[in-house]
């Protein structure tokens, strides 16, 4: 069984910035890819970014305040958001494509990051 555990969520003033960790925990043999979406209240839930070992993607709302990493050895991911604005309010799940034998994806609980104007 594998478990994604988020950390760094919280509140923080407009301009602020919050560095979210997503670590796995379990048996696995690769991690293909690792992301982090959103989903804000009244809102579906929208990729933020992702990263594999060749290619990083954010979409146009964050390209430039955040920035996606990871640590294969560690197992873990980070999302560094910077310059937060009210509309980045929501809450973030960390997402990874694992190998395990079987290749399946997982999810975090979730973490609340909440920018008060």
């Known amino acids: 069984q594998v478990q994604l555990v988020e950390s760094g969520g919280g509140l923080v003033q407009a301009g602020g910035s919050l560095r979210l960790s997503c670590e796995a925990f379990?048996?696995?043999?690769?991690?293909?890819?690792m992301a982090w979406y959103r989903q804000a209240p009244g809102k579906q839930r929208e990729l933020v970014a992702s990263i594999t070992s060749d290619s990083i993607h954010y979409i146009d709302s964050v390209q430039g305040r955040f920035t996606i990493s990871s640590d294969n050895a560690k197992k873990t991911s980070f999302l560094q958001m910077n310059s937060l604005k009210p509309e980045d309010t929501a809450v973030y799940y960390c997402?990874?494509?694992?190998?395990?034998?079987?290749?399946?994806?997982?999810w975090g609980q979730g973490t609340q990051v909440t920018v008060s104007s």
């Open positions: 379990g048996i696995i043999f690769a991690i293909n890819e």
């Open positions: 997402n990874a494509d694992i190998l395990n034998p079987v290749r399946r994806i997982y």
